[in-house]
């Protein structure tokens, strides 16, 4: 059941916001997508280099691991959009913290011997696969932090106000 103070926030939620919500859509769906080419499609298949490193059972058993944690994270992200579509602050700086991290992770992982790749499709899927849902992220930061969505955010109910009234006179005693 949706309030009215709910209805009256969503048609006054500003443009930036929608499109950051939208960058996380994309980068939501892009996640899984990019799981299963890097497990199963694209040669050398990630799955294939576990089985020769750790057997059958072993490569099956890292695969489900692999599937459930891209799952969760997928989960929490759409969680996090969801949340911060709704104006909650706590939800903009939880995904402003994953983007940060998530950008130090790309410019460490570039800038490492780590990144060499062997053939030029190769290298741009590497690029495409790595870059884009960091730099999507990026963007959607920077939409929830225009002033337009600053506003959007101080004016929307946090995680820890409540939406009913103020009480007024003096606190209550707890016992």
Not at 15 to 43: C, G, H, Q
Not at 135 to 145: D, E, N, W
């Amino acid at each position: 059941m949706t309030t009215k103070a709910e209805m009256n926030r969503s048609e006054i939620r500003p443009r930036e916001v929608e499109a950051a919500f939208l960058l996380f859509l994309v980068v939501i769906v892009l996640s899984p997508v990019s799981w299963v080419l890097d497990t199963f499609v694209i040669s050398p298949s990630g799955f294939d280099e576990m089985r020769g490193e750790t057997g059958e059972d072993g490569a099956i058993r890292q695969t489900v691991l692999s599937a459930g944690f891209t799952v969760v994270t997928t989960a929490l992200l759409l969680l996090f959009a969801l949340a911060m579509r709704r104006g909650r602050t706590w939800a903009r700086n939880a995904i402003t913290a994953v983007g940060a991290l998530l950008l130090f992770v790309l410019v460490n992982s570039v800038s490492s011997d780590e990144y060499q790749p062997e053939a030029t499709a190769g290298g741009v899927y590497d690029l495409v696969a790595g870059v884009s849902p960091v730099v999507l992220i990026a963007g959607a930061v920077v939409l929830m932090f225009l002033p337009t969505a600053r506003t959007y955010f101080s004016t929307t109910h946090s995680f820890y106000r409540s939406s009913g009234p103020a009480r007024r006179g003096p606190p209550r005693s707890c016992f």
